[in-house]
């Protein structure tokens, strides 16, 4: 559907007189048969009733988590899924929504009550009063691109020999180099360090098992690769820390 000149010349006069009266403050930058579907909803239905606030706005609080999370690079998606593991008694790996915000607030993550229930909701899909904290991580883990991803799951499934989908620390231990870790390179942290934080990510009380899943592993380099601009360094940093 297109508009004519005078038709987006009409929806934006609109919108101008209409400026006191439109409170959301989301609509910045959509396409003009947004802003206009926009204009409808919030004139003759409630402005909660708009999808398309509605989506902007909840992609603004995820965004902000994962700025959250980017500040503190490799702890940052592997740190938040540790603090509900430790929330987690019954070890289900489900959350209502107030264990959503003890989590939260234990990993220090600055979003008000609103903004934790609005991405509650969001999750919740079937209404249960529930959501899996793994597909939650899924949405805040910042983004990789294809060849991050692809590098990762080479090597995890490098040391998932029964193919079950996780290993031991043990086995982390037995091949990860830390040579190439970033804080290594830059001088911060000595090969021992980065390996000892690496395995302490995965080794909580909660999680007395010993293993290390495949989303836990993409977790934790999801929070490495936040802080390395170029794809080639990263799969360089990778190929040598597992010997692929």
Known sequence: MAFSNAGFRDVTQAIHCRRNRLVCQFVAGISSINIFLHLLI??????????ICTKIKMSAVIEKLREYCRQRGAHGIIGLSRAFRLIDDNRDRKLDLEEMKI??????????DDEISELF????????????????????????????????????????????????????RGVYNGKEHPDVVAGKKSEDEVLLEFLANFDTPNKAD???????????????????DLDEYFVTMMERAWQL
């Not at 989590?103 to 008000?112: M, S, V, W």
């Not at 293993?211 to 390395?228: P, R």
């Open 103 to 112: 989590g939260l607030r234990e990993y220090g993550a600055t979003l008000d």
């Open 210 to 228: 010993g293993k290390v899943s495949k989303d836990e592993f993409i977790d934790y380099y999801a929070g490495v690769s936040a802080s390395i």
């Open 121 to 172: 909701q969001e999750i919740d899909k079937d209404g249960s009063g529930t959501v899996s904290f793994d597909e939650f991580l899924k949405a805040v883990r910042p983004p990789l691109s294809q060849d991050r991803l692809d590098i990762i799951e080479k090597a995890f499934a490098k040391m998932d020999n029964s193919g079950d989908g996780s290993v031991t620390l043990e086995d982390l």
């Open 42 to 51: 919030v004139t003759f239905l409630r402005l909660s009733d708009c999808l």
